[in-house]
């Protein structure tokens, strides 16, 4: 398994930036490989952090290659206040049962 774990600072969302948002998290669930995500907030910083997991590289790159990704990723400055991607490969996980991935 794989995680892609996106951290960033926002500014302003605008219309363009929800539309492209939703696009892009409605294809990701379809890409075979998804397996789930998870968004967390750091209250001190006000950074957040999307993690994205994924059974193989490959279905992480269909994400990464895709043209609407891209496009926002063009444009990630009219909305961010800076960001950086971490890609992880998850070498174990393990709990009590009670959380899916």
Partial sequence: M???TFIFAKKQYDDEFHRLDQMIAEMAKEIPGYLGEET???AD???ISNV???ETLEA???LVT???HLEAKAKQGNWLAGYRVVISEVIR???DGA???
């Fill in 93 to 95: 996980t393990y709990g």
């Fill in 40 to 42: 967390w907030e750091n």
């Fill in 60 to 62: 992480l790159q269909q």
């Fill in 99 to 101: 959380l899916s991935t």
């Fill in 52 to 54: 994205y997991y994924w």
């Fill in 45 to 47: 910083t006000g950074l």
């Fill in 66 to 68: 895709h043209p609407r």
């Fill in 2 to 4: 794989y995680s892609s």
